[in-house]
């Protein structure tokens, strides 16, 4: 048989217990977050960089060269940022490792 005092103290374990892992679980959606953050900025900078080719290429602007980006992924049948990387990857262009976000 259990003690009022054991009683309490196991009721006082649970709430402390069950505060740990909602933070835990707060922390860890934190941390999955700021990584789909990461990917997706370095997603964008590549998909900016293949509109500026095809603006330059086209004198168009960016939302027509955004446009015809997502034409041809459509077309292709491949995600946009492989089509992006893809028109990057024909210039020659060496990623600048100063657009990294691993840190």
């Not at 997603?43 to 900016?48: A, Q």
């Not at 500026?52 to 060269?65: K, S």
């Amino acid at each position: 048989m259990f003690t009022d005092e054991i009683i309490h103290e196991a009721s006082d374990f649970a709430h402390v217990a069950g505060s740990t892992l909602r933070l835990a679980i707060r922390i860890e959606s934190v941390e999955q977050l700021n990584a789909d953050l990461k990917t997706a900025m370095a997603t964008r900078t590549v998909i900016d960089a293949a509109c500026g080719v095809i603006m330059a290429q086209n004198r168009c602007t960016h939302d027509q060269a955004f446009e015809l980006l997502a034409k041809a992924s459509s077309h292709r049948n491949q995600k946009l940022h492989d089509v992006a990387a893809d028109i990057i990857a024909h210039l020659g262009v060496i990623p600048d490792n100063s657009l990294r976000f691993d840190d």
